[in-house]
Every structure is written in structure tokens, then in C-alpha cells.
């Protein structure tokens, strides 16, 4: 995977009740966002596996993929696209071996010294938090853009950046080395997801 042939833009859901989360995941889609994140901590494993396969269904017109977080039985269950992992949440390299290699696989990087420890099978980094923000209470700490800039010149890996980015980051991130933006609020908390979903990915071509 390079940086020329990742969509450029990922929306993470912000926890919600399902339909609010079907509305979220569907706004993004028809807004172009080629992959959408399932990101949900407590929801039950097999009602996150009925929202997943539910989400599939919704964005598959759009051409958009789901990644599921962090939930390796589930995402092979769905047979999901792709799946979002961090750091804590088991041996990459093992992780690949369990869902073969037709699946996408992406790491949460918060630092330059994750870099080393990266093995081979994972396709693209998630690299952040750029700024703090209120999606992710336990976040690690910001790293800003400059910090982004130094891991992914440490990497091949296409790195998307995220916490807390915005449209106004766009131009800033791509001349750091980024490949694109994962982000919640900034659609889902808009007033029109989709319109600012198509407002992202536009000022991210146009950088």
C-alpha cells in the first residue's frame, strides 16, 4: 500500500446509539470518505458485529471500506476490509498471521520509538494525536504537526494523522509526509456530515 492508492480520508464513529451511528457512517460515505472506522468500547461483541455488518451494508454504494477497532474475532467474523489496532492491543506480527493477508491492517503510533517495533504486514500508521481532544480522554500526549512530520519520515508507511485535525490542518499535514486524515469530530459533530465530509476531502486534494 503507498501513499497514492489509501483513500485520504478515514472517519472514526463517535460512540453513539446504533442508528445515530448508521447516520454518522453513512454521511461520511456518501461525503467521499473512502474508509470508515467502527470504534466502539463497550458495545457487546455480537451487537458490534450486527453494527458492522449493518455499516458494511450502508457505505457499500459509496465504494467506502469498513476497518473495524481493535476487535480481531469480529472483523474476521464480518469479514471486514480492514481492521485498527493500537498499541496495547497485541503482537501486530501475530495479529497479520490471524486475519491472513487479504485484510487491510493499521497501527496507532504515538511516538517516534513505536517506529522501530513496526513489523512487516502492517499497511499504514495512524499517528497521533496531533492536538488534544475531547474524543479521547486518555489520550496520549499531542505530538503536534511537527512530531507528526518526524515519524512518518522515519517510515514508508503511509501515515494518516490523527486527534483533533481539521480541514484548516490539511495543507500543513500533506507537506509533513502525510497521506491523509482520520477524524470524528470534525464530522460528526458538524451540522451537515456529509457536506463537511466532501469539504475535507476537497481541501485535502487541493492542498
Not at 457499500?60 to 476487535?71: G, I
Not at 490471524?98 to 491492517?105: A, E, K, N, T
Not at 512530531?147 to 480541514?167: D, R, W, Y
Amino acid at each position: 500500500m503507498t501513499l497514492q492508492n489509501i483513500p485520504p480520508l478515514c472517519f472514526i464513529t463517535e460512540a453513539a446509539d446504533s442508528p445515530s451511528m448508521l447516520a454518522q457512517c453513512r454521511a461520511a460515505a456518501r461525503g467521499g470518505a473512502g474508509w470508515i472506522q467502527l470504534r466502539h468500547k463497550t458495545l457487546p461483541d455480537t451487537e458490534f458485529a450486527a453494527l458492522a455488518r449493518q455499516i458494511m451494508a450502508e457505505i457499500a454504494p459509496y465504494d467506502a471500506k469498513l476497518l473495524v477497532n481493535d476487535r480481531i474475532d469480529v472483523a474476521i467474523e464480518v469479514g471486514a476490509p480492514g481492521l485498527h489496532i493500537g498499541q496495547g492491543d497485541g503482537d501486530p506480527a501475530e495479529i497479520r498471521r490471524r486475519i491472513g493477508s487479504g485484510m487491510l491492517l493499521g497501527l496507532s503510533v504515538e511516538e517516534a520509538e513505536h517506529i522501530q517495533a513496526v513489523p512487516d504486514g502492517v499497511d499504514y500508521l495512524g499517528v497521533g494525536p496531533i492536538y488534544a481532544t475531547g474524543s479521547k480522554p486518555d489520550h496520549a500526549a499531542p505530538i503536534g504537526v511537527k512530531g507528526f512530520a518526524k515519524i512518518a519520515s522515519l517510515t514508508p508507511l503511509p501515515c494518516l494523522a490523527i486527534g483533533g485535525v481539521t480541514e484548516r490542518d490539511a495543507a500543513a499535514i500533506k507537506r509533513a509526509g502525510g497521506a491523509g486524515l482520520a477524524v470524528i469530530s470534525a464530522i460528526s459533530r458538524a451540522p451537515d456530515m456529509e457536506v463537511a465530509t466532501r469539504t475535507l476531502l476537497n481541501t485535502w486534494r487541493e492542498a
